[in-house]
């Protein structure tokens, strides 16, 4: 049977069943965005993409009520949430239309020798863009704006959650004018994703998901010569140092852990409060945590994973202050770790979900040595009043990114990405657009 398949997590049920893909309808779309990259992709001008991505990025707003009722129906968000997520996915591919020229202007060299010599940014062929569930339309923007703009053309392997918003997408490009190809969804089993990565005509991977999955494709982009993009899981740490307001610092923690229900990869999950304000900051997050409504998870299986991770650091020690393992099918309420002790694992897995750990420290050193004890580098939070210390953090916290007295500040200007096991590459900002790009030299002598 398919895995294709809408279940709302909110009910259980299965609304919608998709079939996989045969062997021959993957080999289409592949030929399909070859094509196109090769007719459209190469031959068009940057205005000419924008043209066409401007009455895509149109379409997403006129159908936002359409579109966001499909994801809150594959993976259950809250119809605000998903609101929210079409407008920011329009907002990203707008960015691409409105900057693509800037950030793909040929880059003079100053040459020693005589004679001229630029950099010219071209595509590079059919990319596949494996994608995963938590958001489905703003994580396939983040990909799909810059390439398409850049003449890349996609193929887009979603996340077996969500068959209807992937089909949602492909449709809006063709209605906007996009040649068939230039962004082809296909329901592919692994082994077929695999035969695509590996087909010389497939130029690029870029992967949203778990470390499994990017260990999985990464290798077997790597066995084909292919560039890979990996946006991976976090495990961020949200340090609070000093702060005028701790209401508010209260307010950005909640807020960047219990975003989508705890599904996010650069959510909060880590807090690490200054002695002196940890009593004091823990009480307000718990009240806080009490009163947040929060959409069902992406699935029951999902709430259930979620449930065994928590009891295991139960069983190593760790109390839970708030919630814990009890939840009702997919739903599972806001949950807030203590005493996790030194060696569980809990310290160094992340919890997809509404499960905020908390850990008291002393000292600058010991923020950062607790914030760095992990395999994960994606994001990181730091609260103080003292700037030259939210700089110190910068640079040495372990992560690809730094928010110094903010959370939520994700806009599609700023780069997204990790290092360590959260990933390599960046998306969105003018670093994404520079990902699958040829930098092709030409000189004249
Ligand atoms: P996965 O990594 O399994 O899924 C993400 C995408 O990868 C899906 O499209 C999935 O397809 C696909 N995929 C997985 N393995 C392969 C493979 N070998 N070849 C081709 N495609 C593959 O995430 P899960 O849904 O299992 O979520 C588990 C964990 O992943 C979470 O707990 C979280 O840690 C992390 N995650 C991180 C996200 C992020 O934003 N960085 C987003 C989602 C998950 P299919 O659905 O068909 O299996």
């Known amino acids: 049977m398919s895995r294709y398949?809408?279940?709302?997590?909110?009910?259980?049920?299965?609304?919608e069943r998709f079939e996989t893909f045969t062997d021959e309808q993957v080999a289409a779309?592949?030929?399909?965005?070859?094509?196109?990259?090769?007719?459209?992709?190469?031959?068009?001008?940057?205005?000419?993409?924008?043209?066409l991505m401007r009455k895509a990025v149109a379409s997403y707003r006129d159908q936002r009520q359409e579109l966001a009722t499909i994801i809150n129906h594959e993976m259950g968000?809250?119809?605000?949430?998903a609101l929210v997520e079409v407008e920011f996915s329009a907002e990203i591919l707008e960015y691409y239309a409105d900057h693509a020229a800037e950030f793909l202007a040929d880059e003079p060299i100053d040459r020693a020798a005589a004679g001229t010599a630029f950099i010219r940014h071209l595509p590079i062929g059919p990319l596949v863009g494996v994608m995963p569930w938590n958001y489905p339309y703003y994580q396939v923007a983040r990909f799909a704006g810059p390439n398409l703009m850049l003449g890349n053309t996609i193929i887009l392997k979603h996340a077996s959650l969500c068959p209807k918003s992937s089909a949602a997408m492909e449709r809006i490009f063709l209605e906007a004018g996009f040649p068939k190809g230039a962004f082809v969804n296909v329901y592919a089993t692994n082994e077929q994703i695999a035969k695509v990565i590996a087909d010389p005509r497939v130029r690029g991977v870029s992967l949203t998901g778990s470390e499994r999955a990017g260990k999985a494709i990464a290798q077997e982009a790597g066995a084909a010569l292919k560039k890979v993009v990996c946006e991976l899981g976090g495990n961020d740490a949200f340090i609070v140092m000093s702060t005028d307001d701790l209401d508010a610092a209260v307010e950005a923690g909640a807020n960047a852990r219990y975003e989508n229900s705890g599904q996010i990869c650069n959510g909060a999950k880590r807090f690490i409060i200054i002695d002196?304000?940890?009593?004091?900051?823990?009480?307000?997050?718990?009240?806080?945590?009490?009163?947040?409504?929060?959409?069902?998870?992406c699935s029951a299986s999902a709430a259930d994973g979620l449930a065994a991770q928590v009891q295991a650091a139960i069983d190593d020690g760790a109390k839970a202050v708030l919630g814990g393992t009890e939840h009702d099918g997919a739903y599972y309420p806001a949950t807030i770790l203590t005493d996790i002790p030194a060696g569980s694992a809990a310290r160094r897995t992340e919890f997809f979900g509404p499960v905020a750990q908390f850990y008291r420290v002393s000292s600058e050193d010991e923020a950062i040595a607790v914030a760095n004890d992990s395999p994960y580098g994606l994001g990181s939070y730091v609260f103080t009043t003292d700037s030259e210390q939210g700089l110190r953090f910068a640079d040495r916290l372990e992560s690809g990114m730094t928010y110094i007295n903010e959370s939520g500040a994700d806009s599609a200007e700023l780069p997204f990405g990790g290092v360590k096991n959260s990933g390599f590459g960046r998306e969105m900002g003018p670093l994404g657009i520079r990902e699958f790009t040829n930098y092709k030299l030409v000189t004249e002598a």
Do not use: H
Request: net charge neutral; aromatic share 8%.
């Open 29 to 51: 779309a592949v030929d399909a965005a070859d094509e196109a990259y090769r007719t459209w992709g190469r031959a068009t001008t940057i205005e000419q993409r924008a043209t």
């Open 77 to 81: 968000k809250t119809m605000d949430e």
């Open 276 to 297: 002196s304000l940890y009593d004091e900051f823990l009480k307000r997050f718990i009240k806080v945590s009490k009163e947040r409504k929060l959409a069902p998870l």
């Open 5 to 15: 398949a809408v279940t709302n997590p909110a009910t259980g049920q299965v609304e």
